[in-house]
């Protein structure tokens, strides 16, 4: 992986989104105790988007580069259509043939010939002949125009038809499409099904792209027991690797699901260290506190390519960001609690993920929704609270809140589509006043 940056900025804020706060408004926001100095989210996303380089593009084949970015210019090799061809099924005829045809004194014309799709070679026809055709047939030459068959008596051996034609009518020219050598895609454009359908139209059936980034997911922590074994006294069910890999896929990731490491210091390096070969980020979750047992923190600070801090953000704000090992791959170490690690994914994660894609825009769109109810928020960071957006019948949005601030409450997350962005300012929301909404609905991949 290619960086496109080594060093962090201090001051400077290269990326900032469209709703972040000015840098610095919360930098020196005491965190009651303890009085933790926060970083204002804004400086935080801009840290990790300055680090994060991009990938080096592969060649796929078509299906498989669907959603990526296009990492080459593709030209028709060929003109498109790559030949004169009919556009309904008629007659080829000439055009000035049927000059007098028309209801009550229909042109007769001798049928020499049936022109079928797929035809290799094609006969030339004389003046004053027709020949039967079928849509996509190539155009016999001599013939210029198709009389569509509802024009005429559809004879076989002799055709009748009853008006006019005009030069080209029903025609498909060769290379109207595109000429031979012209660009039909460039770098950058997204593949759609109607860009793949370009790709194939012009021959090529593989194409360089972006590749989807490779994101390893990791949770730590002794509690924790996989899914399908029974979580006894004092163990719990480990969701976070299951919901950030989930997250990393609809962000357009290939995501590998590593399993749980306890608190573990030599365990937790030995994994990383053999993740590093496939990952092209990591995310891990658990152990970025302060308690004793906080072994992501304790082992990965010592490296000193990690950092971690406290982000003036709720849920989320232990937060460590990085990289490991001499490619430079980019870590992101979430708080273990699985609502603050699912907002930190949509914080910080996902807009990595969507500029490895070599997005352009990596941001989700927000809306302004009305406040259904009243919402409280600290001053001095910003609050992610779970929410149900409803579109009312005039079109508009509002938003009510989903659960209580816990961020253990999985159910409550379950429940919401949504996240309500309440700023560092904002202390207070009332009912029927506009709240940013960060809708978390499923993204193309
Ligand atoms: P930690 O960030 O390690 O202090 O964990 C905070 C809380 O999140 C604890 O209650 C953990 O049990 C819980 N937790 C940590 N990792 C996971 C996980 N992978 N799945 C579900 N809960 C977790
Ligand atoms: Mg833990």
């Known amino acids: 992986m290619s960086e496109s940056s080594s060093d962090w900025p201090t001051d400077t804020i290269p990326v900032v989104p469209a709703d972040a706060a000015e840098p610095g408004a919360a930098r020196e926001q005491a965190a009651g105790r303890g009085r933790v100095a926060l970083r204002p989210v804004a400086e935080q996303l801009a840290k990790v988007l300055s680090t994060i380089g991009s990938i080096d593009p592969i060649q796929l084949a078509l299906l498989d580069a669907q959603g990526l970015m296009l990492a080459e210019e593709v030209h028709a090799d060929a003109p498109l259509p790559g030949f004169d061809n009919a556009a309904m099924d008629g007659y080829a005829v000439r055009a000035v043939d049927l000059r007098q045809a028309n209801e009550t004194n229909p042109v007769a014309l001798p049928v020499v010939g049936d022109v079928l799709a797929g035809a290799r070679s094609v006969s030339g026809m004389g003046p004053g002949l027709a ?257 149900l957006l409803h579109r009312e019948s005039d079109g508009r949005y509002s938003v009510s809140l989903v659960g209580g601030n816990g961020s253990h409450l999985v159910a409550a997350l379950a429940a919401s589509n949504c996240l309500i962005v309440l700023d560092e300012d904002t202390t207070e929301v009332v009912p029927g006043s506009r709240v940013t909404v960060q809708p978390l609905m499923l993204a193309q991949r």
């Open 131 to 387: 020949m039967r055709i079928m849509t996509g047939a190539p155009i016999p030459p001599g013939a210029d125009a198709v009389i569509p068959l509802e024009h005429t008596d559809r004879g076989v051996a002799r055709v009748q038809i009853h008006r006019p034609v005009r030069t080209g009518e029903c025609v498909r020219r060769a290379g109207e499409d595109l000429a031979a050598g012209a660009l039909a895609l460039a770098p950058g454009a997204t593949l759609g099904p109607q860009q793949i359908a370009l790709l194939a139209a012009v021959g090529h059936d593989r194409v360089m792209v972006q590749p989807r980034p490779r994101v390893v997911v990791i949770s730590t922590g002794s509690e924790l027991v996989d899914v399908g074994k029974q979580a006894g006294f004092g163990e719990v069910s480990d969701s976070n690797s299951y919901m950030l890999a989930a997250a990393a896929r609809d962000a357009g990731a290939d995501a590998y699901r590593v399993g749980i490491i306890p608190d573990d210091h030599a365990r937790l390096l030995d994994v990383l260290d053999s993740q590093l070969l496939r990952a092209d980020l990591i995310i891990t979750s658990g152990g970025v506190s302060m308690g004793s047992s906080d072994v992501v923190k304790e082992a990965l600070s010592q490296l000193g390519t990690v950092e971690f801090t406290n982000v003036a953000m709720q849920p989320g704000s232990p937060q460590g960001f990085g990289t490991l090992g001499r490619e430079r791959t980019p870590i992101f170490c979430l708080p273990g609690n699985p609502v603050s690690s699912l907002v930190s994914f949509e914080v910080f994660v996902r807009p990595a993920i969507r500029k490895l894609l070599g997005k352009r825009n990596v941001h989700r769109q927000t809306v302004q929704a009305m406040a259904l109810e009243r919402m409280d928020s600290p001053v001095g960071r910003r609050q992610y609270r779970r929410g």
